[in-house]
């Protein structure tokens, strides 16, 4: 769903092309019909529509689950904080403009999560990680950016980052989650513990407590 009769038109067409089955509307209330008619698989949401905001939307859709997963689309502020535990449905946020082969590569993704796929058997995880897809920049101990991507997954311990960078395993690092509010970018202390390609494992260190506020509330523990 999309404000932007252009822009709503525009998705459709791109995501039909890409092999996805597509429905839309650009309001709120028509969404929830659509919904209860036919629960989809994936569910893309602009912060601002007609009638009802994005949050207003996914509590109204709460009392008809289940919630789909959810990818938010937004040119405007769009704090999770808004959500409290419904932030657990979002599974990205995507800000205004964004690339085309950004949203269908992160709608695959979304999709193919259902799948559950293991850890690679090299990661220990102490906490379950939630697919979570916003923009990373990667910097070196003393603050000096290398390289910038999005997260695959995430936990308040952890996450999966793609970059366009090969960082070696045991490197220290600081990593800013460029989260979806007003809040500056969230910054993290971090060590690589495993690379795969394009793909780094990390894991957080020393994270204040304001740190781990602001993990909880973006991953949706409040």
């Excluded at 039909?16 to 509307?25: K, L, T, Y």
């Excluded at 929830?32 to 007609?50: F, G």
């Excluded at 950004?102 to 090299?122: E, R, W």
Aim: a positive charge; hydrophobic letters at 45%.
């Amino acid at each position: 769903m999309d404000d932007d009769r252009s822009v709503l038109d525009l998705l459709v067409v791109v995501l039909r092309d890409a092999g996805f089955s597509v429905d839309s509307v650009d309001n709120g209330k028509d969404g929830l019909r659509a919904i209860e008619a036919r629960r989809p698989d994936l569910l893309l949401l602009d912060v601002i529509m007609p009638g009802m905001n994005a949050w207003s939307f996914l509590r109204s859709l709460q009392a008809h689950p289940p919630v789909p997963p959810v990818i938010v689309i937004s040119g405007e502020h769009a704090s999770p904080r808004a959500l409290g535990p419904l932030a657990s449905a979002v599974c990205a946020y995507i800000p205004k403009p964004f690339a085309i082969r950004q949203l269908v590569s992160t709608c695959h993704q979304v999709i193919a999560a259902n799948a559950k796929a293991s850890p690679p058997a090299h990661e220990r995880r102490s906490e379950p990680r939630r697919l979570l897809v916003v923009g990373v920049t990667l910097m070196t101990a003393r603050g000096q950016p290398v390289a910038a991507g999005y997260s695959r997954n995430l936990s308040r311990n952890g996450a999966q980052i793609d970059v366009g960078a090969s960082l070696e395993p045991g490197l220290d690092i600081r990593v800013a989650l460029h989260l979806p509010d007003y809040w500056e970018p969230l910054t993290l202390s971090a060590r690589v513990m495993w690379r795969e390609s394009t793909i780094l494992g990390v894991r957080f260190f020393d994270p204040t407590p304001e740190d781990r506020r602001r993990l909880r509330t973006l991953l949706g523990f409040v």
